[in-house]
């Protein structure tokens, strides 16, 4: 087996494991398992990491056994709730992933031996003869076969049929069967009709096949009755077509005219098809429509297919057991997926047709097909994932999961923390897209965990621990000397200079006993020197990778200042470092003596050579400086909300039953069913019956609250009762979770209590009082992270040598630019456009220095009004978008390119060939050529061409800027030779021209109506938590077209769109 | 190979036999299951996770067996062995869960899974087949222990915490590809090193 292949199926491996296969992906791994050796091998792979996980998991026969017992006990709530969340999600998310439990498989079965029941019985019909001449086989031929009991006459006409005969074609053309009143039915070749009624009923058994029929109207009460093993359909008069898969079970009606009512016989559902459109019967006996292909556009794209691939996949040969003619050819068909991203693979990468065949289609039409998929691709899934049930649940992020647990408790969750939540899958950025989230076993026992992690705070049960408050000190921090007098010691400071730290660069660490929510404190004081910035204090704790204090500290030496943070803090030791972040030269680290321990009092007397370093003679500052006297953690902190969680009350069964009813409304963020409520305080009930005190029976209810997934998703719908908009309560948390990411506040909550939540008027309130609350920068961080992928930011950490700027200060600074943009565009209710060009943006000192902006000091983000000659404005010129479209060492023009198609144009190119080469780095000895010379050179492939065309040039535009984002005029390359200069000019595939970055900007610019389109369905996903499918076009449109008046301003369209159909649209 | 626990305990005459504690435990006492469940959850879990492929999965199946052997112990016939019927309870679990993994619909490793439940069920008629586990998994330990912090730790994040390989690349800052293969190669590595260890058993 070749390296390469060895090594993709290790990565496919390890991605199917994860769960993030796609859909051409997971085809790959299946068509490289059909190598034996290649399934040989993965076996292997499997037991080795089986055996890697046992190993590895530190096992302790004692706790595993009380685990044991605990799953026991939890089997009754945790469970419970796993299988119904499983259940629910098994039939929203993917159908590869994983996670996915089969519980379809027994419908398929009952549907098969419905199946079964009916062929048993179409095989002894009752002949009931009538000899009634309503329906006959008008035309047949060779291929037609009339069965009548156990005889049978083959290609006879013009026969007159009765109930119980069975008409097969098995070959030839098609044959018809016309009833008195000229409906006729085709039946094409591979069909079999039994007849069951000719009059007044017509009632024919479709056993198999297909076939076309025209249906007269018919009298009333007696419509045409297909039957189908497990499909019915009732016709009163029209066109259609009829496919039935009899092994398969499923079955589909394409209708041309009129009406046509499509049951499914196990679950008894229907559904109504009108013309122009598609209904379908999944084997499950699920039912859908969806609009029928698009005639024109199957016109103009289908004669590829045709004449380029159905000769070897179609109805003559099928190679690879591949058939390309009957995959549908609705993008809302089910199945549509599978065969078509195939295709769309073979296609961009040469493969097929087979170079060998002489017929090869031009490139033109192979990227005119390929265009055509992806297009299809992305409504279907699109499609897919909107398709809404009768109740949707819509997992809480655990960002939002955490503030949930803020705002409902007031206990701070860190979910990130190791043993926390795991990292949210995410659907083009956005994280809450509840069809594609997954709920694992393994989730459940985190979620357990941290209930009653958090539970322990709420309502502490149990001896009170002792509190621990941990000083550290100059002695601590920077250690040595021990034999100082203590009490000079206990004056002794710690200074630290720019890019320096209290220990040189390594960690301290806290032991943790408890954990629970901790205040530290750092008592410091910073110097700043005349007309620079003032010292950043930069707390970080490297263990949890989590920034504690980040600020600037602008106070006199002798009056520090106490920096507090409240942060939750796990058991176990906790390692952190304390910074001055800016950047600059640490003197210690370059003091000839080596770094080592020396106390500090004060500037102004005899200091170390190093010390005098830091001021001139009149000790004035000449680097900011920051002075620390000690850090403290003190903790856990008192978060018991006994008072208010526990009422005043009989300590009795009807009490706690109260308490927990009152805890889980606000917790569902809705009223209690009284079902849950009885289940829940059954949970504490059945406490206080063993012996728990009455707090910890409360306390057990409340766990089963806060793992209940009313709690733990967005619950939309009502199973008994579908309907199509929110209720109010649904309401609220849509808007809560939009702006706030969180449940609603008591305000909130009382509006939906009175119903005031219904009309557009009453949300718009809402919305502006939600905006104008501090909770709301939850919304800017949140949204621009996810919509601008900040997630990205630093994935390919830039070479140091390369980019000497580039460091943890820059990343950070990095990613909160577009947030502060964002901030600022709400704030001001700017328009858009902005987000594309504008003369201001938001930095800080490192982004300044990146920039070339003079001026800047501080830390803190504040705006700046832009020159010409800064080169920048708008989002895309922004060092967070240029930077994580770059690799580390270079800039990516393909990847900039293909995100101004995503993000303002709403467009996704067809996805790279697997075979697709990387650009070359030049060698040393070779003439220095720019990545766009190189590109060029790479186009000249003629398949490759065709796409790049169109990408390309829209990442060009940014040539001149390199891959952290600075400006340039020549790319720094290596090889021989000068530079080569930057050529950012190009032409759009219509043919407009720029020539640099602001010309392209203002094209865009003159097509803001289709940027806003774009932004609002990125920004009504966010809201919606789901994809938009081809349905919600027309309100986003609507959406749009209010705020065009006003040029599009970023409040006006959040407005716009919570007053919108669409926002209380399930 | 593992010396069954109750063996050993019996000849020090410090702790109950099996059959005293299934006695106990049919009597309602859990705390006796608990023992049960403690003196033979190690080797059901060696068993069933080198099929399952993940630590997670292989807890889960080998807890919900135990739970399914607590709930059904009124219908086991006393008179013989309780390993053995805990065994076929967590083999046909994990046979099971392999299967149901291998129907899922489109599945592209639903042949490996099947292949899988195949091995687990040959493995049912094969004696030594926990003992041979048990060899392998003492080899794997030990090649394990020479492997350095840095390996070890992008091990655990894998195979113990359960990370995804993007959240390996994201927090290493490196390619989620480079992360597969750094991981295939100290796979490779351990595959050697524990094939190296268990033919050195075998030849004196």
Partial sequence: ???????????????????????????????????????????????????????????????AASQWRQRLAADDHAARFRDEFTKRQSETIAPWSPQRRSGRRALRWAAAALLLIAIAAGAFPLILATLTPDLALARADAGTVLWRGTTK???????????????????????????????????????????????????????????????????????????????????????????????????????????????????????????????SLAADGSLTTF??????????????????????????????????????????????????????????????????????????????????????????????????????????????????????????YEPADPGGLPEDPNWHGFER???????????????????????????????APKPLKQRMGMQQLRGGPNDHDPFIMSHARIDIAPNGSTNFKSPHSVWIERPGEYRISVSVSGLRP?????????????????????????????????????????????????????????????????????????????????????????????????????????????????????????????????????????????????????????????????????????????????????????????????????????VASRLSYFLWSSMPDDALFARARAGQLTKPADILAETKRLLADPKAERFVADFARQWLHLRDVGKFPP????????????????????????????????????????????????????????????????????????????????????SQTSDGTRHKPINRGKLVMEMILGKSPPPPPPNAGDIPTTQANQPKATVRQKLTAHRQNESCAGCHAKIDPLGFAFDNYDAIGQWRTVEVVAGTGDNPPVDASGELPDGRRFTDAISFKQLLISDLDRFA???????????????????DRDAVKAIVAGTKTGGYRLKDLIEALVQSDLFRKR | MVTAPSTVMMEHGMEPDDAELVERALGGNADAFGEVVMRYQ???????????????????????????????????????PVGPWLRAICRHRMIKHLRERARLPASPMAAIDERLAGLAEQDMHKDHADEDTDRRLTALRHCLEQLDARQRAMLTARYRDGLAVQEIAARTKRLPNSVSMALLRLKDGLMRCMAARLSGETTP
């Fill in chain 1, 1 to 63: 087996m070749s390296v390469d292949r060895r090594e993709r199926l290790v990565q496919l491996l390890d991605l199917y494991r994860d769960g993030s296969l796609s859909v051409a992906e997971s085809h790959e791994l299946a068509a490289l398992l059909d190598d034996p050796q290649v399934a040989a091998l993965a076996t292997t792979l499997l037991e080795t990491d089986g055996l890697i996980a046992l190993a590895l998991d530190a096992e302790d026969a004692h706790a």
């Fill in chain 1, 153 to 279: 006459q083959a290609g006879r006409s013009n026969v007159t049929l009765l109930i119980g005969d069975r008409v097969e074609q098995v070959g030839g053309a098609t044959a018809e069967l016309r009833f008195a009143d000229g409906s006729h039915l085709t039946l094409i070749p591979g069909t079999s009709v039994t007849v069951q009624s000719i009059t007044p009923a017509k009632r024919l058994r479709l056993t198999g096949g297909t076939i076309n029929a025209s249906v007269s109207p018919q009298p009333d009460g007696h419509p045409l009755r297909l039957l189908a093993a497990t499909a019915e359909v009732v016709v009163i008069g029209t066109e259609f077509k009829l496919t039935v898969d009899a092994q398969a079970a499923t079955a589909r009606i394409d209708v041309d005219h009129g009406l046509v009512r499509l049951a499914s016989v196990s679950t008894g559902e229907q559904v109504e098809v009108a013309a122009g459109q598609v209904g």
């Fill in chain 1, 291 to 412: 609009p029928g292909a698009n005639a024109k556009a199957w016109a103009a794209i289908g004669p590829f297919f045709e004449n380029n691939c159905y000769s070897c996949h179609g109805e003559k040969k099928q190679k690879g057991k591949f058939r390309l003619d009957q995959a549908p050819r609705e993008s809302g068909a089910p199945g549509f997926e599978q065969p078509w991203s195939m295709a769309l693979e073979r296609i961009t990468n040469g493969e097929m047709p087979p170079p060998e065949e002489k017929q090869q289609p031009t490139q033109a039409a192979r990227l005119q097909a390929a265009e055509w998929i992806t297009d299809q691709l992305k409504l279907a899934e699109a499609q897919r994932l909107a398709t809404s049930e009768k109740v949707s649940l819509r997992k809480l992020t655990r960002e939002e999961y955490a503030n949930t647990l803020r705002d409902l408790l007031g206990v701070t």
């Fill in chain 1, 433 to 463: 897209i509840g069809p594609v989230q997954t709920l694992s076993p393994a989730h459940i026992e985190r979620y357990l965990a941290a209930a009653e992690m958090v539970m322990d705070e709420v309502l502490p049960t149990g001896a």
């Fill in chain 1, 530 to 730: 005349p007309g620079g910035s003032a010292p950043h204090l930069y707390v970080y704790s490297a263990s949890l990778d989590r920034v504690w204090i980040a600020r600037d500290i602008d106070t006199p030496e002798n009056k520090p200042e106490i920096v507090t943070a409240e942060v939750f803090l796990p058991a176990g030791e906790i390692a952190f470092m304390i910074y001055n972040a800016l950047p600059g030269i640490d003197p210690y680290e370059n003091a000839a003596s080596g770094p080592g321990p020396r106390p500090f009092f004060t500037l102004k007397r005899e200091r170390s050579p190093t010390q005098q370093k830091l001021t001139d003679d009149d000790y004035v500052p000449l680097v900011p400086i920051l002075i620390l006297d000690y850090i403290e953690f003190a903790g856990p902190l008192d978060r018991s909300r006994a008072g208010q969680l526990i009422t005043a009350g009989k300590r009795d069964a009807a009490h706690a039953r109260q308490i927990v009813t009152a805890f889980a409304e606000r917790a569902f963020r809705r009223p209690v069913r009284a079902e849950d409520a009885a289940r829940l305080s059954g949970v504490a009930e059945k406490s206080l019956a063993k012996g728990a005190s009455f707090e910890q029976a409360v306390k057990d209810a409340c766990i089963a609250v806060l793992c209940a997934q009313d709690f733990l998703a967005l619950v939309e719908g009502s199973a008994l009762k579908p309907r199509a908009t929110l209720d109010d309560w649904e």
């Fill in chain 1, 799 to 882: 070479n140091r040598k390369l980019f000497p700027l580039y460091d943890e200060q820059m990343e950070f600074s990095m990613k909160q630019e577009p947030v502060a943009y964002v901030r600022d565009m709400l704030r001001g209710n700017r328009s858009l456009r902005e987000f594309i060009a504008s003369d201001w943006t938001m930095v800080n000192a490192p982004l300044a220095r990146l920039y070339g902006i003079p001026g800047i000091v501080d830390m803190k983000m504040q705006k700046v009004t832009l020159k010409p000659e800064d080169h920048r404005g708008g989002l895309l010129t922004q060092a967070a978008i240029l």
């Fill in chain 1, 1013 to 1031: 389109e774009v932004f609002t369905e990125k920004l009504a996903t966010y809201a919606l938590r789901r994809p938009l499918g081809a349905t």
């Fill in chain 2, 42 to 80: 190690s080797r059901f879990r060696v068993m069933v996770a080198r099929q399952v492929a993940s630590a997670d999965d292989a807890n889960d199946i080998v807890q919900d067996a135990f739970i399914e052997a607590w709930r059904g112990l009124g219908s086991f016939d006393r008179s013989r």
